[in-house]
């Protein structure tokens, strides 16, 4: 989460010269190049049904960055993550299939209104929509992160649905960015953005998803906007009222409940000494 904040902000910082579309194309083609040359996957031995979770897991990773750079673009860093919780924050609320997750529902509501700061037109409301797109968008990507993971070995599947990602973003992003891609200090940077908010966190991510209950990584990746905004305060100086930390605060809360009570709602479900879900079986609930 460290490295993903950091370089979103650098992200920021090259958006004049390159745009937000233009900066998703550099950091896919540079995490396609380096993961590519890591993991030198084999195109051998793969189904239909693989190759198309390839390709769905690709389109997404292209999506979900685009409509995140272009929230970033509108709205400051911690306000535009804690909106992209909301997406997986929703759907882990749904799958706890217990009325008592509702006031985790409740809660993040708050938190949404705190977030506001008194006044959700002070926030850019094409942002918002942005970034609302991305929080739906991130929950298909945890979804195919951890279905890819279990069909290749290592990081094959990362790998290629990076590469098919960065194929889906170049005419788009060659549009939006121009003549300014091809410098070599905006290269350079670009270069350092692919490694930070995607080729090391996807990486991790995906290993994580292979070895670390569902439910607990989902508890720490509801830390996110947190660091986000730590990260925007020290970069960028995007400097948050106090209701607006509350907003985060209560998301967080928000999120670690509906985890815990999504995963206290298949325990029951599971035979004894059974653990939660794991490399080997289906991720449990789609989470933040």
Request: aromatic fraction near 6%.
């Amino acid at each position: 989460m460290a490295c993903q904040e950091v370089g979103a902000s650098v992200a920021v910082v090259l958006f004049p010269q390159t745009g937000p579309l233009g900066m998703v194309m550099l950091r896919l083609v540079f995490s396609a190049i380096v993961l590519l040359l890591i993991a030198r996957p084999s195109l051998r031995g793969h189904g239909r049904a693989n190759w198309l979770a390839v390709l769905g897991f690709g389109a997404t990773l292209a999506l979900m960055n685009g409509l995140f750079y272009l929230a970033l673009s509108r709205l400051p860093l911690g306000v535009t993550v804690t909106i992209e919780v909301l997406g997986p924050l929703v759907l882990s609320i749904l799958a706890s299939r217990r009325a008592s997750a509702w006031l985790w529902a409740l809660l993040a509501f708050a938190g949404v209104l705190a977030l506001g700061g008194g006044g959700w037109d002070r926030l850019d409301p094409i942002g918002v929509l942005f970034a609302l797109g991305a929080a739906a968008t991130w929950a298909l990507y945890i979804l195919s992160s951890a279905r890819v993971g279990r069909a290749f070995p290592r990081l094959d599947g990362l790998a290629l649905a990076m590469a098919a990602g960065a194929l889906l973003s170049l005419p788009v992003g060659i549009a939006a960015g121009g003549a300014a891609l091809f410098r070599p200090e905006v290269l350079g940077l670009g270069a350092a953005v692919a490694v930070l908010s995607s080729t090391i966190p996807y990486a991790l991510e995906l290993i994580a998803l292979r070895r670390l209950a569902a439910s607990a990584f989902a508890i720490l990746m509801s830390l996110s906007p947190a660091t986000a905004s730590i990260a925007g305060l020290l970069i960028l100086h995007q400097r948050l009222s106090w209701l607006e930390v509350v907003g985060i605060v209560l998301v967080i809360l928000a999120s670690i409940g509906a985890v815990r009570a999504a995963a206290r709602a298949d325990a029951p479900t599971r035979p004894r000494g059974a653990r939660d879900a794991g490399p080997d079986e289906p991720f449990a609930e789609p989470v933040a």
